[in-house]
């Protein structure tokens, strides 16, 4: 799911976070729009059809463009045009048209975004981006039997399990009850907090997940779990009551596994009262310096996981950096959906290379060979979101997430 720290330049700003209740990427909302699909442009202008030509095999992107949701697909888009841009320009024998349509975050709305692409001819699907129409369009792209990666749609209904695995369907976002793993490991491994109290939006799939996953391995690591208060949708501007209990029960850390528009408010209405313990976020936390009139200082401290934050000073981080904002008309700095889209597409042109697809075959076969690939031992990439992924017969990628906190208003890497 679940978002990238935003402090270095504005990140779609007026994309609608305000609409704080909404479940979105990486996440399990049902979303819900009266907009149409079709190709919808993105918020720079720009067309989000590429044509590669000749032998180009047809790549499908699908996710929210237009409406509150729009924030996390924009990236996934912009982040999949830079790759399949860069792809198109090596001139090897992988080249991409690319069609990305627009599902407003709604997934009846999707399933016909999806029904748009077959008709444009779709060989290979990525997305979409959140994860309850990504549910929906998995459930058909299974029985069509096309290859399906999604960058950022993090739940297991996504891929489905033991009898109801989807088998053609792929994450490259981590599960959520994995994420919430990890988030337990870390508040062990650096002794963050003795006393543990959790708030999450039981309305949300996302955040249950999350949750789900964060306690079953605090319970395996021994760590002492002294208040969990939900909300909903209905009723996520006030958290005084959930503060209130933790705060009683002489919490001196607090899970956050929801999004940072609640996160922001969790923060300014804790320090009101004068609460002040350890805050620990997840991916969709990710995000929260880059809102609106948001005080930076009141992140001071937060600690969550991202696979990728723009900051980073690698070459390859650099290079994407650059060739995003360009792309984006308007300098806008990538997030890690965007991240993830890049590799996505990255990925399967290197699963195709290693399978021998061709342009020229039936989605159906190219589904074959890149599942059969994407679950050999043999098979990892290597990537801006990680090293050395690996895929299981499930469909979960494999790879190691970072831990930051933030200081200064930046991020930095918790060692």
């Known amino acids: 799911m679940a978002l990238t720290d935003m402090t270095r330049r504005s990140f779609l700003g007026t994309a609608g976070i305000a609409t704080a209740g909404l479940a979105l990427a990486g996440c399990g909302g049902s979303g819900s729009s009266t907009a149409g699909s079709g190709s919808a442009a993105s918020a720079s202008g720009a067309s989000n059809q590429i044509d590669g030509g000749d032998g180009a095999i047809k790549l499908g992107n699908i996710g929210p463009l237009t409406g509150a949701a729009a924030i996390y697909g924009t990236a996934t888009n912009w982040g999949a045009q830079v790759a399949v841009n860069e792809i198109n320009a090596e001139g090897g024998d992988v080249k991409f048209s690319y069609n990305c349509q627009d599902d407003t975050h709604n997934a009846e709305t999707s399933v016909n975004a999806y029904n748009n692409l077959k008709d444009w001819g779709l060989q290979i699907l990525i997305g979409t981006t959140t994860t309850a129409p990504c549910v929906a369009v998995s459930a058909e792209t299974n029985n069509d039997n096309i290859f399906e990666l999604t960058p950022s749609a993090s739940s297991v209904d996504v891929v489905g399990e033991g009898s109801a695995r989807k088998s053609n369907v792929f994450q490259m976002c981590f599960t959520d009850p994995n994420q919430g793993k990890i988030s337990a490991d870390m508040v062990k491994d650096k002794a963050l907090g003795s006393k543990i109290a959790i708030i999450y939006d039981q309305s949300d799939t996302y955040s249950t997940g999350l949750r789900d996953g964060f306690v079953a391995e605090a319970k395996e690591l021994g760590l002492q779990i002294v208040s969990e208060q939900a909300f909903t949708a209905d009723n ?55 809102q609106d009139g948001f005080d930076a200082s009141l992140a001071e401290g937060l600690y969550l996981i991202t696979p990728f934050t723009a900051d980073a000073t690698d070459d390859a981080t650099q290079k994407f950096d650059e060739a995003y904002e360009k792309i984006s008309d308007g300098g806008v700095a990538p997030n890690q959906f965007a991240a993830d889209a890049y590799d996505c597409v990255y990925a399967i042109k290197q699963a195709i290379e290693a399978a021998g697809v061709t342009a020229d075959m039936d989605p159906s076969d190219i589904c074959d060979e890149l599942v059969k690939t994407f679950t050999s031992s043999d098979f990892s990439y290597s990537g801006l979101t990680g090293s050395d992924m690996t895929w299981s017969d499930d469909g979960t990628v494999s790879k190691v997430p970072q831990c930051y906190v933030i200081k200064d208003g930046k991020y930095e890497i918790v060692e």
Do not use: E, R
Not at 251 to 279: E, R, S, T
């Open 236 to 290: 996520n501007q006030d958290f005084s009551a959930q503060l209130t209990d933790a705060q009683s029960n002489g919490a001196d850390i607090v899970i956050m596994p929801f999004y940072y528009q609640q996160g922001g408010l969790v923060l300014k209405q804790a320090k009101d009262m004068g609460f002040a313990p350890a805050f620990v976020g997840m991916d969709g936390m990710d995000g929260i310096l880059a």
